[in-house]
């Protein structure tokens, strides 16, 4: 494998996990978004999927990002009966974003992207140190 591939295999990863990193952030943004009106649904948790896939010119695999899921679990409901979207037992419904969950999901995320980047840094290196050779 050479220099172009290694770097195009780490930059498949960097992109991968800045869209999950981004699905995650829009997770924790509407963690408390409730509806407007009773029977109003609230935002339901996103999940991204991932993908590998043969690359040819790169003779890996690389990683794609896949359709994005819904997380089909429960909403969460609270006892607010003065809210405006109250249901007739005054009960509101929350989405089904766990903080704690999305904030360790964030985090490996960012380990990954360190990690892919850990990778380019280390390839331009030795990339450098290959030419240095060279003129020398």
């Known amino acids: 494998m050479d220099f172009n ?19 995650i952030a829009e997770n924790l943004a509407n ?12 935002y339901r948790r996103r999940i991204p999927t991932f993908e590998t896939s043969f690359d040819p010119d790169v003779g890996g695999k690389v990683v794609d990002v896949g359709k994005v899921a819904y997380d089909m679990s429960d909403f969460t409901s609270r006892y607010e009966p003065g809210h405006p979207a109250a249901d007739a037992r005054g009960y509101v419904q929350y989405p089904n ?36 050779i060279l003129r020398g």
Do not use: C, F, W
Not at 5 to 23: D, E, F, K, P, V
Not at 103 to 128: C, F, I, K, P, S
């Open 5 to 23: 591939s290694s770097l195009r295999i780490a930059a498949t990863g960097l992109h991968a996990q800045t869209a999950r990193m981004r699905i």
């Open 31 to 42: 963690a408390d978004s409730a509806g407007k009106a009773p029977g109003d649904e609230p």
């Open 97 to 132: 974003v766990n903080t704690l969950i999305e904030t360790m999901d964030m985090r490996e995320a960012q380990r990954t992207y360190e990690a892919n980047l850990n990778v380019v840094t280390v390839t331009r290196q030795m990339l450098g140190r290959t030419l240095d």
